[in-house]
C-alpha cells in the first residue's frame, strides 16, 4: 500500500524567497511519485515526476524535487518564488512499473506569496 | 500529453436529483479515471473505467451511486445519483495514455447540490 505525507498545510514566503514543500512517502515497492498544482478552479497540472531514473527532476515553471530513499522524502523546491506560484500543491504516489497508476494523494499545501 | 475537457465545468442540482459529468479526451487511452475532491479536501479516487468492461470502484463508492460508462477509448461518463448536499465537490477525470507513466487531468466538474 501507498501513502503520502505532507507536512504543512499552508506555507507562507516572500516574493524571491526560497519555496519548500515536504512531501514523505511511504510504499511497499519501489514508487513513482508526482507533484501537481491547482489554481484556483482549475484542474490539476503535472509539475513533475520522478520514475526511477535521476532522483533529482526538474519540471515547469523552475520547480524541482529530489528522491531520498533513506528518507522516503519527495521534497519540491524553487529558489525564488514568485506571485504567480500562489496554488494548492499535491504530492502522489503509485506503484512503480506496475503498468497500472493508481494514485494515491496527499493533502496538499497551500503555498501563499507575498509581495 | 492528452488534452481532456470536462462538461458541464459546473452545476447547481436540487437534492434527490440526478447529474451525469461528461470527459473527452483527444487521444485514445486505456484507463480513465474518475476522483472527487471535496471542500478543501485532497482527491479520494472513485473508480477506474477501462473500455469494454465494467468499472472498478474503491472502497466507499458504489456503482448504484456512481455509474459510469465508458464506451469507447476516447469518453466516458460519471453519473452522481439521487444527490445530497455531501456530493457537493469538484469530480475530476484523469487519463493515463500508457506511455508516460502519468496521468493527466481535466478541468473538474465543480458540483453545488442545494
Known amino acids: 500500500a501507498q501513502s503520502v505525507t505532507q507536512l504543512g498545510s499552508h506555507v507562507s514566503v516572500s516574493e524571491g524567497a526560497l519555496v519548500l514543500l515536504r512531501c514523505n512517502y511511504s510504499?511497499?515497492?519501489?514508487?513513482?511519485l508526482f507533484w501537481y498544482v491547482q489554481y484556483p478552479n482549475q484542474g490539476l497540472q503535472l509539475l513533475l515526476k520522478?520514475?526511477?531514473?535521476?532522483?533529482l527532476v526538474k519540471g515547469i515553471n523552475g520547480f524541482e524535487a529530489e528522491f531520498k530513499k533513506s528518507e522516503t522524502s519527495f521534497h519540491l523546491t524553487k529558489p525564488s518564488a514568485h506571485m504567480s506560484d500562489a496554488a494548492e500543491y499535491f504530492c502522489?504516489?503509485?506503484?512503480?512499473?506496475?503498468?497500472?497508476?493508481?494514485?494515491?494523494f496527499g493533502t496538499g499545501t497551500r503555498l501563499l506569496v507575498s509581495p | 500529453s492528452a488534452v481532456i475537457s470536462q462538461k458541464p465545468s459546473r452545476d447547481i442540482c436540487q437534492r434527490g436529483t440526478s447529474l451525469t459529468i461528461q470527459c473527452q479526451v483527444d487521444?485514445?487511452?486505456?484507463?480513465m479515471f474518475w476522483y472527487r475532491q471535496q471542500p478543501g479536501q485532497s482527491l479520494t479516487l472513485i473508480a477506474t473505467?477501462?473500455?469494454?468492461?465494467?468499472?472498478?470502484?474503491e472502497s466507499g463508492f458504489v456503482i448504484d451511486k456512481f455509474p459510469i460508462s465508458r464506451p469507447n477509448l476516447t469518453f466516458s461518463t460519471l453519473t452522481v445519483s439521487n444527490m445530497s448536499p455531501e456530493d457537493s465537490s469538484i469530480y475530476l477525470c484523469s487519463v493515463d495514455t500508457g506511455s508516460t507513466d502519468t496521468q493527466y487531468f481535466g478541468p473538474g466538474t465543480r458540483l453545488t447540490v442545494l
Open positions: 473505467a477501462n473500455q469494454g468492461s465494467e468499472a472498478t470502484y
Open positions: 510504499s511497499s515497492v519501489p514508487p513513482y
Open positions: 487521444s485514445q487511452v486505456t484507463m
Open positions: 502522489a504516489v503509485s506503484p512503480g512499473n506496475t503498468g497500472f497508476q493508481k494514485l494515491v
Open positions: 520522478y520514475t526511477s531514473a535521476a532522483t
